[in-house]
Nanobody, 114 residues
Framework: QVQLVESGGGLVQAGGSLRLSCAVS????????MGWYRRAPGKQRELVAH???????NYADSVKGRFTISGDNAKNTLYLQMNSLQPEDTAIYYC????????WGQGTQVTVSS
């Protein structure tokens, strides 16, 4: 089983940046791909970016060109660099396995003010 702890969220003005981190522990050897999901108020959780074990990345159209996903295998940590943040990026952000998530962590709140 894999355990996930997200951090790095906060309040930022539109146009600002944040970097989210996800500490991964447990059965890491079994992971083929991981991603960042988000749940905005009143909306379903969506996958915004993911990265495979080989380093291939993919992004939702809504964040393409603004968000960058990366991983540090030595630190067992997944990152999401978010630039040019907009109010519509306001959400709770979660990391998890792709395509089938495991147990969800608490997430980290990102709030973008206009």
């Amino acid at each position: 089983q894999v355990q996930l702890v997200e951090s790095g969220g906060g309040l930022v003005q539109a146009g600002g940046s944040l970097r989210l981190s996800c500490a991964v522990s447990g059965s890491i050897f079994s992971i083929n791909a991981m991603g960042w999901y988000r749940r905005a108020p009143g909306k379903q959780r969506e996958l915004v970016a993911h990265i495979t074990r080989r380093g291939t990345t993919n992004y939702a159209d809504s964040v393409k060109g603004r968000f960058t996903i990366s991983g540090d295998n030595a630190k067992n940590t997944l990152y999401l660099q978010m630039n040019s943040l907009q109010p519509e990026d306001t959400a709770i952000y979660y990391c998890n396995l792709v395509p089938i998530p495991t147990a969800w962590g608490q997430g980290t709140q990102v709030t973008v003010s206009s």
